[in-house]
């Protein structure tokens, strides 16, 4: 069975910039979750799909912070502009139902 | 505030030798409990869970937990460590029904393994 597929594996951008990332769940999971992790610290959740509907993104910037999955597969996350602090991995997770979940390999974003 | 403490940021044991990584919580009800672990380049790959039942919980690659209501705490084990075991591992906590979108984790602890 394929894992979850994420690109690209890493991105440099200047401040500013946009960027986007793309997730590929495992087929047939219905949930798909988008985390950050900040050097040194645990994930954090940044939004929540259950097929195309959002079931949860209170802790998503949403002045620069985009996530759409328009057909219920796969999902794309968008930083717009970019700030130092948005530096991190950003993982992305699915699950069949609402519980365990499998990651990603994730995207490293530096930003310079 | 709910709350995720893995006292420890790095910990080295010899290969072969005993393991124990430690992990408390606070919140106020008996959470749903999660143990990760996380290779260099890699996502994050899930060990056990523990929802209710047995407090001693069995896992993937060896290893086990153990939940202390008393203590608030979880801690993994694993009898003797393997030079494959060295990556990061996280303790995490559900806040609702198990849903793995509302975990919080921890901060981590690395694990280093001397030959």
């Known amino acids: 069975e394929a894992g979850v597929a994420q690109s690209p594996r890493y991105k440099i951008i200047e401040k500013r910039q946009s960027v986007a990332f793309w997730c590929n769940p495992i087929s047939g999971h219905a949930t798909l979750y988008w985390y950050q992790q900040i050097l040194g610290q645990g994930p954090k959740l940044l939004i929540q799909f259950q097929n195309n509907g959002v079931v949860d993104d209170s802790q998503l910037p949403k002045d620069r912070f985009s996530a759409e999955r328009l057909k219920g597969v796969d999902s794309t996350l968008k930083i717009q502009p970019a700030k130092l602090e948005d530096s991190a991995v950003y993982l992305c997770?699915?699950?069949?139902?609402?519980?365990?979940?499998?990651f990603g390999p994730g995207t490293r974003l530096t930003v310079l | 505030a709910q709350s995720v403490t893995q006292p420890d940021i790095h910990i080295t044991v010899s290969e072969g030798a005993s393991l124990e990584l430690r992990c408390n919580y606070s919140?106020?009800?008996?959470?749903?409990l999660f143990w990760y672990v996380q290779s260099p380049g890699q996502g994050l790959q899930l060990l056990l869970k523990?929802?209710?039942?047995?407090?001693l919980v069995q896992g993937i690659k060896g290893f086990e937990a153990e939940f202390k209501r008393s203590q608030s705490s979880f801690n993994l084990r694993k009898p003797s460590v393997h030079w494959s075991d060295a990556a990061e591992y996280f303790c995490a906590v559900s806040l609702k029904g198990g849903s793995q979108g509302n975990l919080i984790f921890g901060k981590g602890t690395k694990l280093s393994v001397k030959p």
């Open positions: 997770a699915s699950s069949e139902t609402s519980l365990t979940g499998y």
């Open positions: 523990y929802f209710s039942g047995d407090t």
């Open positions: 919140y106020g009800a008996t959470p749903y």
